[in-house]
């Protein structure tokens, strides 16, 4: 004989109708319960029948006509693709919205730039605009509008002292919400050699404990944003600020984010308003087939070179098309993360199911993604095409960017690999694909910095940092390194440095003494095999 079954709470009916909605799949949660008995339960703890949300034809008819596709339809309802398609079928509505008929006759060569204000019935809203419209409750905002939003999330990191130096100077002893604060001290680039000071260590983490910032990351961790995106606290449809301008990483994950001085972080922590320009918006489409050795850092560097007659400075970047959309969220750091140097104060990639399974299981916190109105008006559009596009090398002292074919055989003394912009585990798995069961020349040193200390582990636990060493890599601590260059701690005087950070983390290396180039770290890793900038085709599957 079984032993009676436990009959659920009501509470637990409830959250259960909520993960499951039908009797039958509540059912099969809790062991094959047959629906009529969970029919029974339920109504025994008056708990009612879960029903589906009511949408009118003419909410699915207008969504459909304004963006002609399920899961961006589907995001603006809060419900999936399939259900959208549903709905769209159970109203008969099978015909595509007129304006797609008419974009297949429309021929659109690579690298040509469109007409960007065309007449629209749709809805004429940037990805951005809708973003900062939202967080700011103003309704219709305009570019060049001043608003003042709420962010939802503050990231700072060991800069933080100096921003705390900066509240204890305004009228406010409490920050304004301590959950919506994310403190990561990892040695982020600092303009200040105060920031390393022992003293102002001591200070963040007393002011932490004392107003209860949960999300507090000590050095061990890693890179500021790489910790912030791997620890879910950055989420799709947000509007993000950090005292660092690389925050414009985060739109790897649908969020419109920027950076602020050290006196504008301290006032968003006291009264939790900012006053944001609404910007200009570029968008730029990439499509097309990658070439062998070709990756997300080459692609940026060709946008960086195809923008480099454009005035992109205080605008922000939609990034969309074929290639976009296959990159994971790792190659999106990468590309927006570079974004920087364009110019731009945010860039930004399309929601989707990369960024959905990205997010599952690092946080329990609803989201709500925006996207861009269909026939949107952007200030520019650029059709970027990438068949022929070949590794790309770019020198930091005359900012020229040109494939590595072109610099092949240049003797290179340092290479460093990793750092926040191109130290995941996919762009260490590569680097060590390429030195499998070979050997660093002795002529040059290899540091490899992982981006994070979940990075580093899972190398571990993937054997790829066993790889290295054995190649002859140095693997460091997670994170930046140490600032280099007038105090000599990385380079020397006339040697040929080949890193995969950004450019603002070889600002310390003076281009007097050392000629610095930045590349991808399949690029780096083959070149490191020989002592020489190569080219990293042949060593790539």
Request: positive net charge; aromatic residues 8%.
């Amino acid at each position: 004989m079984s032993p009676r079954r436990k009959i659920p709470t009501k509470a637990e009916l409830v959250r259960l109708q909520k993960l499951y909605r039908t009797d039958e799949k509540i059912g099969e949660r809790l062991g094959g319960v047959p629906a009529y008995l969970v029919a029974y339960w339920r109504r025994k703890k008056n708990v009612p029948k879960h029903s589906l949300p009511k949408f009118s034809e003419k909410e699915i008819r207008d969504l459909w006509e304004r963006f002609g596709d399920d899961d961006k339809c589907g995001l603006e309802l809060g419900i999936s693709k399939a259900a959208f398609y549903n709905w769209r079928r159970r109203y008969g509505i099978r015909e595509k919205p007129a304006f797609l008929k008419l974009e297949q006759l429309e021929l659109n060569f690579p690298g040509l730039k469109l007409h960007a204000t065309a007449d629209s019935l749709y809805g004429k809203k940037t990805l951005t605009q809708k973003v900062l419209g939202r967080e700011s409750g103003a309704e219709g905002i305009e570019v060049g509008q001043m608003v003042e939003v709420e962010p939802d999330v503050v990231v700072s990191h060991a800069n933080t002292g100096r921003i705390l130096e900066e509240f204890s100077r305004l009228d406010s002893e409490l920050v304004w919400n301590p959950g919506k604060i994310v403190v990561a001290l990892a040695n982020c680039y600092t303009e200040s050699e105060e920031d390393n000071l022992p003293e102002f260590r001591v200070r963040v983490r007393d002011f932490v404990r004392r107003q209860g910032i949960k999300a507090y990351y000590d050095y061990a961790e890693g890179a500021c944003h790489q910790v912030a995106l791997e620890k879910g606290q950055i989420l799709p449809g947000q509007f993000a600020v950090a005292s660092d301008n690389y925050a414009i990483s985060y739109g790897c994950l649908s969020a419109v984010a920027t950076g602020v001085s050290i006196k504008q972080a301290a006032s968003v922590w006291a009264t939790g308003k900012l006053r944001f320009e609404v910007p200009p918006t570029i968008r730029i489409d990439i499509n097309g087939r990658r070439a062998r050795g070709v990756y997300s850092r080459d692609i940026a560097l060709s946008v960086q070179k195809q923008l480099a007659a454009v005035d992109v400075n205080h605008r922000a970047i939609e990034y969309y098309g074929h290639v976009v959309s296959r990159m994971g969220i790792s190659e999106r750091f990468t590309l927006t993360s570079l974004t920087l140097d364009t110019g731009a104060i945010v860039a930004v990639c399309s929601f989707d199911s990369i960024t959905r399974r990205f997010l599952t299981g690092r946080t329990s916190l609803h989201y709500r993604p925006m996207v861009a109105d269909k026939n949107a008006e952007y200030e520019q559009i650029y059709q970027i095409n990438i068949d022929h596009l070949n590794p790309q090398l770019a020198h930091v002292a005359t900012d020229q960017i040109k494939p590595v074919a072109e610099s092949e055989g240049l003797p290179v003394s340092l290479i460093i690999l990793g750092t926040a912009s191109n130290g995941r585990f996919d762009d260490i798995r590569v680097a060590a694909e390429v030195l499998k069961g070979k050997r660093v020349s002795p002529e040059c040193r290899l540091l490899i910095y992982p981006a994070s200390r979940a990075v580093y582990l899972e190398a571990l636990k993937k054997g790829l940092v066993r790889i290295l060493v054995e190649a002859g890599a140095i693997v460091m601590y997670p994170g930046y390194w140490t600032r280099a260059g007038r105090r000599g701690s990385l380079a020397d005087r006339g040697e040929r440095v080949l890193a995969t950070s950004n450019s603002r983390l070889v600002d310390g290396l003076d281009p007097e003494q050392s000629e610095v180039y930045l590349c991808s770290p399949a690029t780096a890793a083959a070149s490191a095999l020989n002592a020489a900038i190569t080219d990293p085709a042949r060593y790539v599957k």
